[in-house]
């Protein structure tokens, strides 16, 4: 089974700290995905990356940003948290479709950042 | 940048009765997903639809695309208690597969 994997289920950080977030996947998936959640808003990308080093925004990037060093592990930074970046943050990670296979999504277990 | 709505955000039914969700993007779709999240749980892969026009089911789910791959429907026959939950569409574009999320129908079932 794919497993992917986020470092905290829960965080509680202060205004202004920089805050990272980690995601690890074990199944050699090329695309990683940070989402937040908010209710009502669904899931809201913020970055996308298709390879190591490679990234690109998705719709709400303002104030993060993020890191893709390794292959398996994708971190998203805050990098001054605010008190609206309060949020469940969900990783994922796919296969790209030009492998011709299955490319759903597997979600890690959410880390919900409480920003005080 | 791509959209991808998502009606009715919340549907209340008593136990068999049907339910529908639409899903509608601004652009035209590579392929599209539909995901389940239980209650504090994390969104968890259903289908996956590709062709235009294309229809599959999964039991009492029966899942479209649309013939100019922009829309997709998930429809659920006599509703069971443990169909509640949130469930989401995603339109994949491009050729990394970057999923767009709608925003949800929550569902909740009655007894």
């Known amino acids: 089974d794919v497993k992917v994997t986020q470092s905290s289920r829960y965080l509680v950080k202060r205004t202004g700290e920089k805050v990272f977030l980690e995601c690890v996947q074990d199944?050699?998936?090329?695309?990683m995905f940070w989402y937040r959640q908010d209710p009502g808003l669904g899931l809201r990308l913020i970055y996308f990356?298709?390879?190591?080093?490679?990234?690109e925004k998705g719709d709400i990037p303002e104030g993060y940003s993020v890191s893709r060093e390794k292959k398996e592990r994708f971190s998203l930074i805050l990098e001054s948290a605010s008190t609206n970046q309060t949020s469940m943050y969900l990783c994922?990670?796919?296969?790209?479709?030009?492998?011709?296979?299955?490319?759903?999504?597997?979600f890690g277990q959410g880390t919900r950042l409480t920003v005080v | 940048g791509q959209q991808v709505m998502q009606i009715p955000q919340y549907q209340h039914v008593q136990e068999g009765e049907d339910f529908t969700t639409y899903c509608n993007s601004s652009?035209?779709?590579?392929?599209i997903q539909w995901y389940k999240q239980r209650p504090g749980g994390h969104p968890v892969f259903l289908i996956q639809?590709?062709?235009?026009?294309e229809v599959k089911k999964q039991k009492r789910l029966t899942f479209q695309f649309g013939e100019a791959k922009k829309n997709s429907s998930l429809h659920i026959t006599a509703t069971q208690t443990t169909d509640v939950g949130t469930y989401f569409c995603?339109?994949?574009?491009?050729?990394?597969?970057?999923?767009?999320f709608g925003a949800g129908t929550r569902l909740a079932v009655h007894p």
């Open positions: 639809l590709v062709k235009s026009g």
């Open positions: 652009t035209t779709l590579s392929n």
């Open positions: 995603a339109g994949g574009a491009g050729g990394y597969n970057k999923l767009i």
């Open positions: 199944m050699d998936h090329e695309n």
């Open positions: 994922a990670s796919s296969l790209p479709r030009e492998q011709l296979l299955r490319t759903e999504a597997f």
């Open positions: 990356s298709y390879d190591v080093k490679m990234k």
